[in-house]
């Protein structure tokens, strides 16, 4: 299957500001400015025109993709890169950042800080013994950062090191680059960008004990292409659990407008040992909502809005699940207006093995399941209106088909 996957070609350094050409180190706070030439090499859409004046998009009325995610204009980048390898820590407040390429695990620290048509390609995973999110704003009160028409993509690293790949999807006989979010944490506006080739798109964790000036927004994004590996004993060992927008604790999150997956292909998931995602999507779901830790007022997930969203591919579009010791019903959720692009038979198909047959690498499949639309536990109380199942033309357009079942979840 075809991946959904701009190259960048053009790398000549262009710097504006009182900074030299070059590699920033760490711990600095420039405000640069460059650009990136995009090639649309691959692309379903690659003949169409990129759109340039975001600002003027409506949520839930088109697919994000390449022509509306990610750097816009051509150019180069200036590069910043963690002296460690491993950990960029942003402390000057309001500063833009525009078109730089980030090499480490950005850590925004100061107030006012936006990023503006930048690359975030995360740690270097050789320094690395422990996954890393390519962006993390966590913490009691961290600083609300501001992300735009930016792209979240370890993969770089691959050509960048000069070493065979580690991993990458579509690669077979290959290992998981890093299994890390693009984004780890809250309270930060996210819009208009590509996250793709990690485990979680967002790994979205609150914790505070005021909540006054805290909020989250992922809007108009494109979040697709999760990274994934199974493991070379058995096929549940080591298997990655890939959501593209995973819950843990918090409040006043809002998810609007973005393509949560894509085309789900089941032959690398099926592939054991060294399995891979040969489609689009995310091996689990395309949400993961659930009360993690426990249900104190600090971590409780409450206020959550999610309308006008593109689910496609996964096993569940949504899953919803209630955990009885942590008592959350989500009486303060709400679910609206979302899309569902149909399901296909086999999709919902997991990974199983006998004992004999995993020591030739036999897989032995369940019946064959479609999966689900959304799946919830009877406890939970969110409201859910008007989710409907789609399907995709090709020129991008959808024919709505009716409303999404919701499946009976179980709980814990």
Known sequence: MSRKIRRFITWSLVAVSSLSAGCIAADEDPSAVGNVSIDGEGSAASGAAEVTDRTALVPGTYLPGPTTTGPIWTGAFQQMEASSGTTIRLTT??????????WGTVVPKAKGIKFDECIFRGPDPSKMPEPRALLTNYGDNPPHVVIENSLFDPEAWITKRGKSAPAHNGNPAGRLLQSQPALHGGNFTVRWSEIRNVEDGVNYVGRTADWTNQQTTVEMNWIHAGEYKNGTDTPSDGRTHNDAFQFNTGRNVVLRGNLLGGPRDMVGYRTWPNGY?????????????????????????????IEDNFFWGAVAGLNHHYVASRKNDFATTTIRDNFFIERQMGWGNSITASKDDHKVGVEAQAKPSAGWYIVRSPEIKSTYQNNRIITVNEDGSFVIRGEVPISRGSSS
Do not use: H
């Not at 500063?95 to 390429?101: N, Q």
């Not at 995310?282 to 409450?302: F, G, H």
């Open 277 to 305: 995602n040969s489609g689009d999507d995310y091996s689990n779901a395309s949400i993961m909502l659930k009360q993690e830790v426990d249900d104190s007022d600090m971590r409780k997930l409450t206020n959550i809005l």
């Open 93 to 102: 407040p309001n500063v833009t950042y525009k078109r730089v390429e980030f």
